[in-house]
């Protein structure tokens, strides 16, 4: 793929262009959790954006999309939301340099890669982390990388209208081969541990249904989280997040609050317990206690924050029915994407002829399933 892009990048532009190879992101529970100054337990992928960019001494940034083949231009002094999706994702990160008062000069940038669009892997925060790096590296900015993840995020915000949290762009620029990411979504902090993949591994099956409710709701999300924030800092004003409250706390105010913000916010602090639970599992090498958490993690996405959708739950479902599968669950935003699967080894097989046999996307074809490895975050590649 690398090799494509970049001669792309030559046949249009000039040779010797900087390569860069940003990935797609799991995560293996921690889910909605991120915005609320909770944890997550992502890892960065083999699925990847590729990335050909050199400065071109003109006034001008100038856009191949590969996969597309579609081509986008405009002026460096006057940056504006475009039409053309996929150009704002870029546009937004050339703007946030700009906000950290550095001047981007004119450059071309030929990008296509292998992660499957609107699956919940992340393209965007690929797209997004793999131009901020490919950026700072050209103009020698000297960012360090959570500056980078920091306006990779503020490009979904202010230019994809997502008020999305830290843990996309974070994994993509923070991934570690063989190793899991335990992030502390308040304080940033994190933690590798590694994930021993001998005896079973990471499978996602895509339900082809595209998550397009996914901002709406997404953003909606936040603010009932908010609301209940807001409830139970009249009783303790220190409360700033649901990373701050516990579950004894909340079910002593259960009668003062909209049932739905409980289920909500219940919902979070839970999620974060189960992610501590199997932070352990990992510690113990125990994949049957790690499984039972993502199985209790997809029923709370389903049934407490409601984020799921029909083709997920049917995955799930199937998924529970065939030995071997340690656990499932709904990944990323929700509302359609992929379900990620943790199978032993020996069952993948039968795993694959079951979810074939049983579930078709909507539009009646065999499900896409996606066997991942656990990569490097966002790198320059030698140019050779
Ligand atoms: C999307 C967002 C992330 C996170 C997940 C849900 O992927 O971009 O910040 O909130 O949804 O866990």
Redesign the pocket.
Known sequence: MIEKIKSAFEARFENNPILVKSPGRV?LI??????NDGF?LPAAVDAAIYFACKSNKTASFRFYSYDLDDFYETPVTNIEKSNKHWANYLLGVIVQFTKAGKKVQGFDCVFGGDIPMGA?M?SS?ALETGLAFAINYIESFGFETIDLVKFSQNA?HEYAG?Q?????QFAAMHGKSNQVIKLDCRSLDFSYYPLDMSEQMLVLVNTGVKHSLASSE?NKRRQECEAGIALLQKYQPEITSLRDVSLAFIQSHKNEFNALVYKRCTYVIEENLRLENACKALDNGDFVLFGKQMFGSHEGLKNKYEVSCDELDQLVDLAKTINGVLGARMM???FGGCTINLVKKETLKIFEETIKANYKTPDGKDPQIIKVSIEEGTHLVSNR
């Not at 921690?30 to 915005?35: F, N």
């Not at 999305?164 to 996309?168: K, Y």
């Open positions: 995560n921690g889910e909605h959790t991120d915005y997550v919940g992340s925060a979904e997502v999305c949290g830290i843990m996309d997404y990323g935003g929700g």
